[in-house]
């Protein structure tokens, strides 16, 4: 228990740093204060309305006050509204929102789920052609970045062949699940191909590893079947560098997204940041990025929580500590 606290605490000052340095760089950034004017009323805004933007804002005020008022704000859901809709920022936060957070999901279960079975079996086959198959597979995708990998996607399974709608309309989960897939599933594989590639390497070196250490030697002198020495035996030790790998890689993954999101039209996170951003809509771009990095620390702090699971020593250090 006091681990998690610990841990929450840290995780509360991590998204604090973040938000306050995106808060100082956008306040102090050169003409920070005629932009937003600009940005809100338009060119050839008069004094007057000028002064009632910066009062309505909050500029004139000193840039603590400001920070503290923007995270009461946040702590409330009292966002405001953007300057171009007129919509409420956390409406269109809620709107975008799952969107990033399907992808994220989608791609790194694809990645996953080809990942592991083909290093498992790769490490048990070591240097066999199965193996040499499939780190020069892995090696190809790892230089396939996604900004190649989308648009040969599209060309092929979209334009020519028409099997998925271009550009991808979502659709709820629960509302049409055929169609929520068909909007997910090339970004998905667009996400997946390089994570799969650098997933399959390092769990193949790990398993190998594992798969030569002396308890393994003596399942297999106990007559374990190969499938429980693989699967029930080495996987499980053989998985923290793969979970840390998996943890960092959303972070990786949130600039994807963005790249992403753009080719296949999907109105996620990453779109409305960049969007927001080219709009000069400052407070928007502030709750995308306090958003985008509760996410992260919050799946951080998650992946400290399955260490323990997958390795009691974990969890005995920790309560000695």
């Not at 946040?74 to 399907?102: C, D």
């Not at 753009?262 to 502030?286: A, C, D, H, K, Y």
């Amino acid at each position: 228990m006091r681990y998690v606290l610990r841990r929450l605490a840290q995780t509360i000052l991590v998204v604090v740093l973040v938000t306050l340095l995106t808060s100082a760089a956008l306040r102090f950034m050169p003409n920070a204060t005629e932009v937003l004017v600009a940005a809100k009323t338009g060119p050839g805004a008069t004094k007057e309305q000028a002064e009632a933007v910066i009062k309505d804002l909050g500029l004139d005020k000193p840039f603590y006050v400001q920070y503290f008022s923007w995270m009461k704000d946040f702590v409330t859901g009292e966002w405001g509204n953007t300057f171009q809709t007129n919509q409420t920022i956390a409406s269109e936060v809620k709107r975008a929102l799952p969107i990033s957070v399907f992808l994220m999901i989608y791609g790194q279960l694809l990645a996953l789920s080809a990942a592991v079975p083909v290093a498992v079996w790769s490490a048990y086959r070591q240097n066999s052609r199965f193996d040499r198959m499939s780190a020069t597979t892995a090696f190809g995708m790892l230089s396939l970045p996604n900004y190649i990998v989308a648009p040969v996607l599209m060309l092929l399974f979209s334009v020519q062949r028409r099997w998925v709608p271009y550009p991808s309309i979502y659709s709820g989960l629960w509302d049409d699940p055929v169609a929520h897939l068909k909007a997910f599933v090339l970004p998905s594989i667009t996400i997946a191909l390089p994570l799969f590639a650098g997933y399959m390497r390092l769990l193949r070196a790990d398993m190998i590893g594992t798969l030569q250490s002396e308890f393994i030697t003596t399942a297999r002198a106990k007559g374990v079947s190969t499938r429980n020495i693989l699967f029930r035996h080495a996987l499980r030790p053989s998985l923290f560098s793969l979970v840390t790998a998996t943890a960092v890689n959303v972070g990786a993954l949130m600039g994807g997204v963005v790249i992403v999101e753009q080719f296949f039209l999907l109105n996620g996170m990453g779109r409305l940041t960049v969007e927001s951003i080219f709009r000069r809509e400052f407070p928007t771009v502030q709750y995308c990025v306090a958003i985008l990095a509760l996410i992260y620390v919050s799946i951080n702090l998650f992946v400290d929580m399955i260490y323990a699971w997958i390795d009691p020593r974990v969890r005995a250090g920790r309560a000695l500590g």
